[in-house]
């Protein structure tokens, strides 16, 4: 339950334009330098000339199970391929009213300064990306295109779409399943979303991520972990617009708060581990470049221990 009133930003929002011209000085050319060579690495494509051998991981496609080997070495290996250098890349975005929240800058900001960068990082490479957006339902779906325009059109799409209204809760499964058959060739997936949502999400995100590349992106307000003392305050939820007055100069009221919080937190983190996807967390008061370089740095050391393991594995048949 996001159950927080909405503030108002305090600066103009800019421009689709604008945004990118900033974002491409300050961010986006600062990602180019620390990403250089690993762009394969945080989005993988799909190919078909063998590049190497690995022991199967869970959520690993069975596919690529290579029986020879895994018959030999009694262990299971999947095949990796040197990926295409074309990749298709997916913007599955939430866009429902819990993500117009935020206490420094909204949440639904966060969001459109990330698919800014991303898919500009994708296109700039002759890829292409395509979007899906969600409201109160799933209204908006654009195809994979590429070049700058694209990506000015895709984020003019974010901000044309009115603020959605409490209309009982998200549906991010509907999201998810709807967003399935549009894309038919393998491709690396970001669900943009703050995972407030019904149940039910969890199923259809393993389905995807059976097929795909799939990266959680998951946004959140500190203000939604943690309650500090304003006194008596008017809440509204986001999700069904049930307002509640409370005093959160209660210390009592806090810890409660908090303890919530922390069980949700939890909850999500189990769920988006049993689902098999990567998750980036993207703070409303933390730097957006910053985010990105962490997660680009654990997938780059994961994939280096896989591949470490496998010597190992192959001087015992």
């Given at each position: ?24 000085w ?6 180019d ?5 690993d ?7 799909h190919?078909?000339d063998?590049?190497d ?14 029986w ?6 009694q262990?299971?290996?999947v095949?990796?391929?040197t990926e295409?250098?074309?990749?298709c ?6 866009l ?8 420094r ?28 957006l969600?409201?109160?339902r ?17 984020l ?9 209204t ?25 669900v ?20 795909h590349?799939v ?42 708060f908090?303890?919530a919080?922390?069980?949700c937190?939890?909850?999500l983190r ?6 098999g996807?990567d ?39």
């Amino acid at each position: 339950m996001n159950a927080s009133q909405p503030t108002a930003e305090s600066e103009a929002v800019p421009t689709a334009q604008a945004l990118l011209q900033r974002l491409e000085w300050t961010v986006l050319k600062r990602l180019d330098g620390a990403l250089q060579g690993d762009y394969r690495t945080l989005l993988r494509g799909h190919g078909i000339d063998l590049a190497d051998l690995r022991e199967y991981q869970h959520h690993d496609d069975v596919r690529h199970i290579d029986w020879n080997v895994t018959a030999r070495l009694q262990v299971p290996h999947v095949r990796q391929f040197t990926e295409d250098r074309e990749l298709c890349a997916w913007f599955l975005l939430d866009l429902s009213p819990s993500v117009d929240f935020g206490s420094r800058q909204r949440k639904r900001s966060v969001s459109e300064a990330f698919v800014a960068v991303m898919a500009s990082l994708v296109l700039r490479h002759g890829n292409r990306a395509g979007a899906v957006l969600y409201g109160n339902r799933v209204d908006s779906v654009l195809p994979a295109r590429s070049g700058r325009r694209h990506v000015l059109h895709l984020l003019q799409r974010m901000r044309a779409r009115p603020a959605a209204t409490p209309a009982g809760g998200t549906r991010l499964a509907d999201l998810i399943e709807r967003a399935r058959p549009t894309m038919r060739q393998r491709a690396c997936v970001f669900v943009v979303s703050d995972f407030i949502s019904e149940e039910g999400w969890e199923a259809p995100l393993a389905r995807l991520a059976q097929r795909h590349d799939v990266v959680a992106v998951r946004l959140f307000d500190p203000l939604e972990m943690s309650m500090p003392d304003l006194g008596l305050v008017l809440l509204q939820d986001s999700e069904t617009g049930e307002q509640l007055f409370v005093d959160t100069g209660q210390r009592g009221f806090r810890e409660r708060f908090a303890a919530a919080a922390d069980k949700c937190e939890a909850a999500l983190r189990a769920s988006l581990a049993r689902a098999g996807v990567d998750t980036l967390e993207l703070s409303t008061e933390a730097e957006l470049g910053d985010a990105i370089l962490r997660f680009v740095d654990a997938r780059r050391q994961r994939s280096r221990m896989a591949a470490g393991s496998m010597p190992l594995a192959r001087r015992h048949p």
